[in-house]
């Protein structure tokens, strides 16, 4: 009987090492991500936390859509949203943070109520319901350069407001809508924009939730005479 060979055939290949090359040496090359990862998972894991997720003064800007003389009377609720967006343009001036405004068809539907055509560096006329159609990632790029979180409040919710943000998710920007400082109509109309915007990737925040993330702290120069707006009547007259 013929005892067998215990010394492996030169032909026979071993397992490679993880992380090794063919030659054996350490291999320099990136590891393949896992299943699930994102650059911005990995990037977070190595160089800590992932701002992007909150609202930064730095890189935002505002724009104001549709808050008409001739349409607001018409918004369910139109004090409230009208009190919500003027909060939110004072909250971004008070941050550095530039306001730009559009209205529909002007002629017809009259300038931005309030004060709010004075909050703004810039007014986008326009026809399409959408503002990217009529020239606003072009104004965005000369008002607020590199600026790639665009915050958005107005009116109709469900129709030139819901267009112009996904236009802005669109161009590869981030869109955050401003909930409370948006109307419609109809409510049941609003509600359902939101809801459309939130599972197309659009951030849903509320006015105060905007205006602390641009704070950041108590630390602020603003922040007391943000809180006292903040905490004087919600929904106080218009013509205040």
Known sequence: MTTPDPTPSPTTSEAPVPG??????PSTDAPAPLRGETRASRRAATSGPDRSQR??????????VDLQERL???IHDDAAVRQRARLLAHGAQESGVPVVGTEQNPDKLGPLVDALP?????????????????GLLELLDDVAPGRDQVVLAGTEAHVCLMQTALGVLESGRQAWVVSDACGSRDPRDAHAAMARLS????RVVTTEMAVFEWLHTCEHPSFRAMSRQIKEPRFPSIDS
């Open 20 to 25: 090794a090359s063919s030659t054996g040496a």
């Open 55 to 64: 609202l930064v003064a730095e890189n935002s800007v505002v724009v104001l």
């Open 72 to 74: 607001m009377p018409a």
């Open 118 to 134: 004075e909050s703004c560096v810039r007014v986008l006329p326009k026809m399409h319901f959408g503002a990217c159609e009529d």
């Open 199 to 202: 599972f197309s990737g659009v």
